[in-house]
């Protein structure tokens, strides 16, 4: 298994912890997957609800809480830290400028186009720092698209890429109509990535890491999807129920209550995009078309129609993490129901490791 290398950022293992919020990962999930030699990442989605100002000072008091979830990450480790941003955040740039003042080691930003970010950043006075500027697509004609309008307007491009398929949890960026046919092999969707950004690395001179998410589960998945080209996984559901993670023990139970594939399903979400859950009462509730009335107090989503939606996607995502499975939801992955213990990030880690090194000892390369 060879390193990740981001530019001058390597990484000894391979493995990026995926950003899942609201407040699953953070400081204490992240440290721990980079004190285990991968990336750990900070979810900056909903990150400054536990702050008492929040509803009076949403956009201050998620800078406020992403300044200490990264430093109190840092304290923690000396490995790689960073931070997934959703471009639909009203508050996005605000928050990637700050993972950049707080020198954290990347940031990720999906969700959406980042189009513009290097302008804003020039805007900012950020024209030389160190983090990785990282972009998540689902698939490589969006990844072509990010980097020929970088190239052609800014005379630079992204650090690297993720491509998320369609089995990931939460927010998916793919139609439901899309995700309810045969999904689109997530191997497939590497090779195409890797073919797009191909003319750009020529341009530049220097390699562009695609990292592959979306379903990844064991070492066996992660030596596959490497042999179609991903130099790196992206895993969310497999840290989930970890003790490291963040999220209250309720939430991680969730994930262990399901018996089978049965247990996880795909719900309209307020913000426009389906997204993959455990399934709840909660979740029949809304499914059933029941609403949860709320007032906002702020427009966080720039995707979200809050006079209309039935509930607010940030408080019961918030609530879930809190262990209020009652008021709120679980996002996962396809293979959440695989989970059978809570176990340390540690051990996660190794036996990824492990899984990986007996599959390329046996087992030929899919093709």
């Not at 698939?139 to 072509?144: E, L, P, R, T, V």
């Not at 003790?243 to 018996?259: G, M, N, R, V």
């Not at 906002?296 to 019961?316: D, R, Y």
Request: proline residues 4%; neutral net charge.
């Amino acid at each position: 298994m060879e390193a990740l290398k981001i530019g001058d950022l390597i990484v000894k293992q391979p493995i990026v912890q995926g950003g899942m919020g609201i407040a699953i990962s953070l400081s204490g999930l992240a440290s721990a997957v980079a004190n285990a030699g991968g990336i750990g990442m900070i979810s900056a989605a909903g990150i400054g609800m536990g702050q008492p100002d929040y509803m009076k000072n949403f956009k201050g008091a998620n800078i406020r809480a992403l300044q200490q979830q990264i430093r109190r990450a840092k304290s923690l480790t000396n490995g790689a830290i960073g931070v997934n941003v959703m471009m639909a955040l009203t508050d996005h740039e605000a928050l990637i400028r700050t993972t950049i003042e707080e020198d954290a080691d990347l940031v990720v930003m999906g969700a959406g186009l980042p189009l513009k970010i290097p302008a804003m950043l020039a805007e900012a006075g950020l024209t030389d720092f160190r983090t990785k500027l990282v972009v998540k697509v689902s698939s490589g004609k969006a990844a072509k698209l990010i980097f020929q309008s970088w190239a052609s307007k800014y005379q630079r491009i992204p650090d690297a890429v993720v491509v998320e398929g369609p089995l990931a949890g939460g927010h998916l960026g793919f139609k439901k109509s899309e995700l309810s046919q045969e999904p689109v092999p997530l191997h497939q969707l590497v090779r195409d990535t890797v073919s797009a950004l191909r003319p750009f690395e020529e341009q530049f001179g220097r390699e562009i890491p695609v990292i592959a998410g979306g379903g990844i589960y064991t070492g066996h998945d992660m030596y596959h999807i490497m042999q179609a080209g991903a130099k790196a996984v992206k895993l969310g559901t497999r840290f989930v129920t970890t003790h490291e993670c963040d999220a209250d023990l309720a939430f991680k139970q969730s994930y262990l209550t399901c018996a089978d594939a049965s247990g996880i399903d795909i719900i309209d979400s307020p913000v426009g995009l389906p997204g993959r859950v455990v399934k709840s009462a909660f979740v029949e509730q809304i499914q059933r078309g029941e609403t949860k009335p709320f007032k906002c107090a702020w427009h966080c989503l720039s995707t979200c129609n809050f006079k209309e939606a039935p509930f607010c996607i940030a408080q019961v995502l918030y609530n879930a993490s809190q262990g209020k499975m009652d008021e709120g939801f679980a996002f996962a992955g396809t293979n959440a129901w695989r989970a059978t213990q809570i176990e340390s990030v540690a051990d996660v880690m190794a036996q990824l490791v492990a899984e990986y090194e007996l599959e390329a000892t046996q087992a030929p390369a899919l093709v």
